[in-house]
């Protein structure tokens, strides 16, 4: 029986310099221009930038301002203790806050808070602006830290006793994150400039202006903001209102990433190398039909009789 069989094997010699040894060398190297050539051709050979999916790890900060508006005033609930001194009691609302978060799967990331305002204003209210502030991680491929400002605003003719606010946070970034990397560049509380907007102190409160506090968070080059659906229930006389707000962290938040160069240039390689395989495979058959049909001048010595034939 036969339990083994090797190839019989029909060298062939050429010059250092001939024409069969360029041949062979040409047909490597071709191959490999030909790949690069054709992944490059074909696009995304150097990919810069990709993305992953993850839920953001969000945790509520117990910051809450509320802004009511009357028809000829405004006055403020908040839980900030330097918000409170910095504005005179004529320009604060009594009230309470409370915020449920709820982890609905169990996995240890809430899935939505319920931010609740029960506030008496002791005026008929128009409008609310209300804030409140967010840790907000990241993790996966990156991590980052950062902090979130969710801001919802209700108005109406009819004075209301109710405002519901629903809606999800979401992520924007000016530049994308680097794969593999930590980023906490922004990490105060966006709401704890508020009293000290302009200069601080008691009088601070004259200038201070929810407007202001915006575009100042909205300056950073990483936000989360939050996208909102909301219902003003009309009725009161000012005697009691709630603001609600029903604040969602997305299972999927999609966030962008910039690759490094060593995973660069391994993707690229591994484009190339898939086109690079094909060519190679092809170019030995290719130099299979050459040598057989002895096609280029090569002196061969077979295994079998070691005599030379010369073309
Ligand atoms: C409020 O703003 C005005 C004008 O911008 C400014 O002149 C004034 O000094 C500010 N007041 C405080 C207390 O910062
Ligand atoms: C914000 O983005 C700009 C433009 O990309 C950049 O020059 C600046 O350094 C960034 N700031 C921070 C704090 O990352």
Not at 88 to 115: C, I
Not at 214 to 230: A, I
């Amino acid at each position: 029986m036969q339990v083994y069989s090797e190839p019989v094997a029909r060298r062939h010699y050429a010059p250092r310099f001939g024409l069969a040894t360029l041949f062979r060398i040409g047909n490597v190297v071709g191959a490999f221009v030909l790949s690069v050539v054709a992944a490059y051709a074909v696009g995304g050979l150097w990919p810069r930038e990709d993305f992953y999916r993850t839920q953001p790890d969000v945790s509520f900060r117990h910051d809450v301002v509320l802004v009511l508006q009357g028809s000829d005033r405004e006055a403020v609930f908040t839980t900030l203790p330097n918000l409170n001194d910095a504005l005179s009691p004529a320009r604060t609302v009594p009230g309470t806050a409370s915020a449920t978060p709820n982890d609905v799967n169990g996995d240890g990331k809430v899935e939505y808070f319920d931010v609740v305002v029960d506030a008496t204003p002791g005026f008929p209210v128009h409008g609310m602006k209300l804030l409140a502030s967010f840790d907000y991680k990241l993790d996966g491929r990156t991590t980052m830290s950062t902090t979130a400002l969710a801001y919802a605003t209700l108005s109406s003719a009819v004075p209301g006793s109710l405002g519901y606010v629903d809606g999800e946070l979401s992520l924007k970034l000016s530049n994308a994150l680097l794969d593999n990397a930590h980023r906490a560049v922004y990490t105060e509380n966006p709401l704890a400039d508020f009293p000290a907007a302009d200069g601080g102190g008691v009088h601070a409160s004259e200038n201070m202006t929810v407007t202001g506090l915006l575009s100042r968070y909205l300056l950073r080059n990483d936000t989360v903001t939050y996208e909102y659906t909301g219902s003003w229930e009309s009725g009161g006389d000012g005697s009691s209102f709630k603001a609600l707000a029903r604040v969602r962290v997305p299972y999927h938040q999609v966030v962008p990433l910039r690759l490094r160069s060593l995973e660069m240039i391994k993707w690229g390689w591994v484009q190339v190398y898939s086109l690079l395989a094909v060519l190679l495979f092809l170019r030995r058959h290719f130099e299979e039909i050459c040598f057989h049909y002895r096609l280029l001048p090569t002196r061969v010595v077979s295994d079998l009789e070691p005599k030379e034939h010369r073309f």
